[in-house]
Structures are given as structure tokens and as C-alpha cells.
């Protein structure tokens, strides 16, 4: 009876693997040699370009958000302690682009991508889609709240990633013998 109930939860344990495995195929585009015979998906508005739950592929996409924070608070950090009062409002810190982009080189070669994501978040502001050097050296880049302000959202934003990646552990299909 005792083995009974070991090899009875063994069997148990690999139709569930087996079971799992033959759904993941049904949705999987690659496993299909004809695209007729793979079923269609249906996505809710929010579910929809979006990396299933628990994959890998999320857990990258909340590594690539967390880093591509830390770029930003690290622009706002640099116009925090190179930049000069903006004269609109003295709590406030700016920097030209000219200045920013050589004090920038040296921290990284992605500063427009940045400064175009900082300001899609609402924390840095500049004329213009994209500034270039030589031309937009004297464009202010300003940032739209103090700096502690700032770097208490960002980090905040961070952390509550961060929870959300370790909420959602990865589960692995190796075997573990």
C-alpha cells in the first residue's frame, strides 16, 4: 500500500507536467507547422502586448523598467547637483542640453533616450522632440519638482517593482535530482 501511494503520486505528478506541457504547446506559435492549426488567442485590452504571468519574459520586463528608472533618477541626480536655479521657480533645478551632454558622456551614450523617457514620467521638461548636439546646446532641461521629490517617486516606483518581481516567483521545470 505504501508504495502504491509513491507511485501513485508519481504518475499523479507527471500528467500534470504532461498536461501543462500539451497547453503550453497549444499556444506556443512555434510548435505549430501549419499557422491554421494553432488556436487563436484571445487578449483582454490590458492583458494584450504584455509577457504571460510569471514567465521569464516578465520577469525581464520588470528588470529592464527598474533599470531604466535608475537611468533616470541618476539624469535627474546629475541636473540636481551640476545644474542652476531655474529662474521660473527657484526650488527648481536646470541644466543646459550642451553641458548635460558632456557631463552625460562619460555616465552613458543613452541620453536622449532618457530624457525622453524622464519626460514621458513627468520628470524632466525640454523643447523640442530631440535635442542634438551642437545645435540644442543652449536649450534648458529643467527638472518639474525638486530633486527629493523626485527622488522619492522614482524610488518608490523602483521598490514597488522590485516587490512585484519577488511576489512572482519563477517556476522552473528542471528536474532536480
Known sequence: PQQDTSVSSRITLFNQAAEQH???MMINPFAHYNVSDMPKRSFGQDEYGKPPAG???????????????????QLCEVIESNGEPDPDDQRLRRLEFGHLFNLYSDISDKLMG??????????????????????????PVRLLRPFQQLKTEILAKIEDLRCISTEKPLETFLRQD
Open 114 to 139: 532618457t530624457m525622453l523617457a524622464a519626460r514621458k514620467n513627468g520628470f524632466v521638461e525640454f523643447n523640442g522632440e530631440t535635442l542634438f548636439q551642437g545645435r540644442d546646446e543652449i536649450v
Open 55 to 73: 514567465s521569464l519574459s516578465e520577469q525581464r520586463a520588470l528588470q529592464a523598467s527598474v533599470w531604466a528608472l535608475e537611468q533616470m533618477l
Open 22 to 24: 500539451q497547453n503550453w
